[in-house]
């Protein structure tokens, strides 16, 4: 079975401080992945999703970045965090059907990001 | 563009009381429907699904009917239990190749014993 894990679970940093996010999927491959950011008492808001290897799509301009070094790794970064960086964040998968994605998305645990 | 509008929350309820969540979509063409659910710290989690018109998707008791005529998807559940205390998102996912679920903005449950 597939299973989908980030790390880590708990972060508090400090403003200018670097950031890295890490997600890994199990059990499936060439997976799409997504990165999402989910502000205290508001949605889902879609940041970058990736389609294969080193191929990254950003959805909103800002200072964090993303990078898929391997198939089913997804790493969100930042050099330096800014204080509307904190929220928690969702890294999801999604299992394609006849070369079309299903739209059904599986979600890590999160990570809750607070920036001081 | 898609989108998905969703009642705003809090709801409140007591054990044993009907759930309705209302949720309508605008969307090109035909796109599936989702509820997931998020338990308080935790990821979302698929709830239910539908992929066509008039398809009811079902699970743990909460039922949504896809309703094409009235760009719907409300979420029921008969008699709620305050495990059932969560925030449910609704969203969908266009037929078109893409490769952007669009969420509405979440309502949060509370159920009181």
């Known amino acids: 079975s597939q299973t989908i894990h980030q790390w880590p679970a708990t972060l508090v940093q400090p403003v200018g401080s670097p950031l890295s996010l890490e997600c890994t999927v199990e059990?499936?491959?060439?997976?799409?992945l997504y990165w999402y950011r989910q502000a205290a008492g508001r949605g889902l808001q879609l940041l970058f999703y990736?389609?294969?290897?080193?191929?990254i799509s950003s959805e909103v301009p800002q200072n964090l970045s993303a990078s898929r070094p391997q198939d089913r790794q997804f790493i969100l970064s930042s050099k330096k965090l800014l204080l509307s960086d904190s929220g928690f964040y969702l890294c999801?998968?999604?299992?394609?059907?006849?070369?079309?994605?299903?739209?059904?998305?599986?979600f890590g645990e999160g990570s809750r990001l607070t920036v001081l | 563009g898609d989108s998905v509008t969703q009642m705003e929350g809090p709801v409140t309820l007591s054990e044993e009381a009907f759930l309705t969540i209302n949720c309508t979509y605008t969307?090109?063409?035909?796109?599936?429907l989702f509820w997931y659910v998020q338990y308080p710290g935790e990821g979302l989690q698929l709830l239910l699904k539908a992929t066509k018109a008039d398809d009811k998707g079902s699970n743990k008791g909460f039922e949504a009917t896809y309703r094409k005529e009235t760009t719907s998807f409300h979420l029921e559940k008969g008699s709620v239990q305050v495990s059932d205390s969560a925030v449910y998102f609704c969203a969908l996912s266009p037929n078109t190749g893409g490769f952007k679920t669009i969420f509405g903005a979440g309502t949060r449950l509370f159920v009181k014993a």
């Open positions: 990736s389609v294969g290897i080193g191929q």
């Open positions: 969307a090109t063409g035909y796109p599936s």
């Open positions: 999801a998968w999604s299992p394609m059907t006849g070369g079309l994605e299903t739209g059904e998305l599986f």
């Open positions: 059990g499936t491959s060439n997976p799409n």
